[in-house]
């Protein structure tokens, strides 16, 4: 038997024996034989083929290429060009495989290949590729693996991994796609395995794979795992005084903490980080701590304190010359702007972020700034504009794996998909989003996800279920201690008792909301409890207090500077206004609102205002004005996608119509609104317009009055809006009821 | 094959005999579906089987199997780990080859060798798997409720069948999962 002696490499014994292995099968090997190397390391395999060619001779080399529409033979053919080489080296096998599905059709096709290669590649065919693509590769083609004569082991240690961290690091990790990063996390848990087995392995170096493999769980939402090789990696860093290692991996921590809705701990973790970088010098990363303290201090609503952070971050990335951290920067500048209703502030402010991120290439950025210009532009109330950005973002974060990314943008889709009354499209997007938190474990999306699907039950009436998933809801927020879900949710709550008719339920469960928007001091959700607690009041009939609580509403709204919520009280006044007779005034707070809605550009908030003007001038027997005003409010309404509001308009139209005896425009207009009560699910709505036309009926003596009266008590007593019930069930009695229909001869 | 009685040989998938189809290819084709079994190295038989190819092999290399093997009892333990499957044995003994530049195969070499086999063998097996593997090493039965893990185990050589005395099938594990050090 011949025997190669490769010359030392300076590879482990393991390895050299495996090498020699390797030359030996090429040299012995009589036909096709098909071989396996196992290396996970692009650096270490690059120096064993290199010197098995030294030892057996030139072998021909070819790498996949997985955009080719060849399959594996024909790319092998392709380049060998009928040549019989001493061997071939396959490489890129982890590229061609599809590791999400689990089946790949080239491979299936390869699987089949079996006896073709047998009989015309009369010469060795060695795979090399990293653990996890041969594993892959056992699963998809199990009869090719069944044949192979020979398989080969190599392990990489410490310089090795250095140098394969290098090589990933040089990749744009946020950008690159899922599948990419798929492939990255499972190289990255092979080779953390492979040094956790190899004594002789440094321990920084297995620090350093521990972490990045650490980031790409984080990625694709695997935080409790994340967590644990961080917290392995901690201490060598520690020991070996590697401060910058030592701060971007408590950073890391935070941002888990953070994703965990840990804020306290969160908070300490970013303190810790800050505090080395200031003793050591490390801008950059300072200002990444500065910037994820201003994201906590966002989510807990102290925005003054986000901005300052953000502020603070944004002059050292400028000095840095960071770009990606002043984008990342300036997208914050504009969240903060949107909780704090200056929508052109934010639209400016995101759309300079993405602008930046375009310019950089950095799709985690383009997908947070789009999403974030969906919300101003949902907030803004222009639903269709606000769809189209979410579904950019939730491209992008498909593209790229990002899993909490992508349950945000559905999340948000379905917010907005819920404004326009497009409840089962609302429905769909917010329960796939629900599994995407729940696969990911973010107990702050779960929460939130469910509290807005109880919020799309009760808009469709569906208490109970409403009730279920507020209930659900409501011990996460608890258990994980956030305080401003645990009061939306209260909120939440007390909104489902009042439509329920459960008044005092809803003043408690709006009372809690509000001690603890009080407590952690929510200026913003303390002004929008009162707002609320003064709807209760005005659907008690408790005019006085109702005035009471908008009064305090509106004085916080003007203090924050939030003209939305000072505008949605006017209007709340305006309504209170017209109940008690004060007309004028009604309509001149309408107009107000008007106003400011205009100024700050939310078209919904408009549509409404002139809604409510347009019923001022009904009132006031205004029927051109009440006309002009509801047609004006009718086409905004339709712009948005607001079905409610268009059902809303459609049945003022036909109130002012009747009031005008236009009794076919009437009918028109009301058999318009009514489907659209019905289809978003608006009870009190349908009540109304049955209410409207059974006056009309009563007034053209049609017999169907009756019937309408008789329908609409039923739901107005169905809804526990007694004086309405009452008030329907006299106008019935007041109607004759039909006379029963003759029964149909039957034929013999 | 020139031995068997029979002019055609159909072989078949393993998918095939193992579902509905298996009553309507024996109309079809008027004949039985056999199950080629691994030769069964529980038995002195079966060892004995297995050993007498090897030496043939060898003898046709121009070497004798003692000179192979040393001790040659070595020849014994890569029958018993290859399940009496052939191609497995074989794919040991290349594999022990390949790692060495003179005979014999001592224990050593053969420990190495089996150990990165074993590995190979063991590293795409999930924590269920294991657990279903080792119920049919200690049952001897096929997984009847796991169907489409059934045919994997069958596929990838994880499982193989073996017929008992009374003509009916036996399963058991490939023996190098044994020799897997880190499930």
């Known amino acids: 038997m011949s025997t190669t002696v490769a010359p030392p490499l300076g590879l482990t014994s393991e390895n050299e024996l495996e090498l020699q292995a390797v030359c030996r099968m090429i040299e012995r090997a009589q036909g096709c034989v098909l071989a396996f190397a196992w290396v996970n390391h692009p650096s270490l395999r690059e120096r064993l083929t290199s010197e098995i060619q030294r030892c057996v001779g030139e072998v021909a080399e070819v790498t996949m290429d997985p955009k080719s529409q060849s399959g594996f033979v024909e790319q092998w053919e392709a380049a060998l060009k009928g040549g019989k080489p001493v061997a071939l080296f396959v490489y890129g096998l982890e590229k061609m495989l599809n590791l999400e599905q689990g089946y790949t059709h080239s491979m299936a096709i390869l699987n089949l290949n079996r006896g073709y290669l047998a009989g015309h590649f009369l010469f060795p065919i060695v795979f090399w590729a990293p653990d996890f693509a041969m594993v892959e590769f056992s699963r998809q083609a199990p009869d090719t693996w069944s044949t192979k004569s020979g398989s080969f082991h190599f392990t990489g240690g410490s310089a090795e991994t250095a140098e394969t961290l290098r090589r990933l690091d040089a990749v744009n990790f946020g950008s690159a796609n899922q599948r990419d990063k798929l492939e990255r996390q499972q190289l990255l848990e092979r080779v953390v395995r492979e040094l956790e087995n190899e004594q002789s392995s440094q321990p920084d170096v297995l620090a350093d794979a521990r972490v990045k493999l650490a980031e790409a769980l984080t990625f694709a939402g695997q935080q409790d795992k994340a967590r644990v090789l961080l917290e392995q990696a901690l201490p060598e860093y520690r020991q070996t005084s590697s401060h910058l290692r030592e701060a971007n991996s408590l950073l890391a921590l935070g941002d888990i903490a953070r994703l965990q809705a840990r804020y306290l701990d969160a908070a300490i973790l970013y303190n810790q980080t800050r505090n080395i970088c200031r003793i050591f010098n490390y801008p950059v990363t300072e200002a990444n701590a500065l910037r994820s303290l201003g994201d906590l201090s966002r989510l807990e609503a102290r925005y003054l304190e986000a901005k300052h952070y953000y502020q603070d971050a944004l002059a050292i990335y400028e000095q840095a010359r960071n770009t990606l951290g002043q984008a990342n920067c300036t997208k914050s500048l504009g969240d903060v702007a949107l909780l704090e209703a200056r929508y052109q502030d934010a639209s400016y402010l995101l759309q300079k972020a993405l602008d930046s991120f375009r310019a950089i290439n950095d799709l985690v950025g383009q997908a947070d700034a789009l999403r974030s210009l969906g919300d101003a532009s949902s907030l803004k109330g222009s639903y269709e504009d606000a769809l189209a950005l979410y579904r950019q973002s939730l491209n992008i974060y498909k593209q790229i794996g990002n899993e909490i990314g992508a349950a945000n943008s559905q999340r948000s889709l379905g917010s907005a998909a819920r404004m326009q009354c497009r409840y089962d499209e609302a429905r769909t997007f917010l329960q796939e989003a629900l599994g995407r938190y729940q ?287 009452t008030r329907a069930r006299a106008a019935a009695s007041a109607t004759t009821p039909p006379p029963p229909a003759s029964r149909p001869r039957t034929s013999l | 094959m020139r031995a068997l009685a029979c002019d055609i040989l159909y072989t078949i998938p393993i998918e095939l005999a193992y579902s509905h189809c298996h009553g309507r290819l024996s109309d079809i084709y008027g004949g039985e579906i056999l199950t080629l079994p691994m030769i069964d190295v529980s038995q002195p038989n079966g060892m004995s089987v297995l050993r007498r190819i090897v030496e043939a092999r060898a003898r046709a290399a121009g070497v004798a199997v003692d000179e192979v093997f040393a001790p040659p009892d070595q020849l014994d333990r890569l029958c018993r780990l290859s399940g009496g499957h052939p191609r497995s044995l074989f794919t040991l003994i290349r594999a022990a080859l390949d790692r060495t530049g003179s005979l014999p195969l001592d224990a050593n070499l053969l420990d190495r060798t089996i150990r990165i086999q074993a590995s190979d063998f063991g590293k795409s097996l999930s924590p269920l798997q294991w657990v279903a593997l080792d119920k049919v090493h200690l049952d001897h039965k096929p997984l009847t409720g796991e169907p489409q893990q059934w045919m994997t185990f069958l596929r990838a050589r994880y499982v193989y069948a073996y017929y008992n005395d009374d003509g009916g099938l036996r399963y058991d594990w490939n023996p190098l999962l044994a020799e897997v050090k880190n499930r």
């Open chain 1, 439 to 725: 696969h990911c474990d973010h107990i702050f999306g779960e929460a939130n996800v469910l509290r807005e699907l109880g919020d799309l039950a009760r808009l469709q009436s569906r208490f109970q279920e409403a009730n279920d998933f507020y209930q659900r809801a409501l011990p996460l927020f608890q258990t994980a201690g956030l305080r401003l879900g645990e009061a939306s949710c209260l909120q939440a709550l007390g909104e489902l008792a009042r439509v329920q008719g459960r008044y005092q339920d809803a003043g408690a469960l709006n009372q809690c909301a509000l001690a603890i928007f009080e407590a952690v001091g929510d200026r913003l959700g303390e002004a929008n409890c009162l707002q609320a607690l003064g709807d209760l009041a005005l659907a008690r009939s408790s005019d006085q207090e109702s005035n009471n609580f908008y009064q305090g509403a509106l004085a916080i709204f003007r203090q924050i500077d939030h003209p939305l919520g000072e505008a949605n009280v006017l209007r709340s006044l305006a309504a209170l206004a017209l109940k008690q007779g004060r007309h004028q005034q009604g309509g001149e707070l309408y107009g107000e609102a008007l106003k400011t809605y205009r100024r700050v550009g939310h078209g919904l908030g408009e549509a409404n205002a002139l809604l409510g003007l347009g019923e001022t001038a009904l009132i006031e027997s205004h029927y051109q004005d009440a006309f002009r005003l509801l047609q004006e409010a009718l086409v905004l309404f339709r712009q948005i996608g607001s079905r409610s509001g268009q059902a809303n308009c459609l049945k003022l139209l036909g109130d002012v119509s009747l009031n005008q005896s236009l009794w076919a425009n009437s009918n028109d207009f009301l058999r318009q609104a009514l489907p659209i009560f019905r289809e978003v699910g608006e009870r009190l709505g349908e009540a109304n317009c049955l209410y409207s036309m059974g006056r009309l009926a009563s007034t053209l003596g049609e017999a169907t009055a009756h019937q309408n009266f008789v329908d609409a008590a039923g739901i107005y007593a169905s809804i526990r809006n007694e004086t309405w019930a």
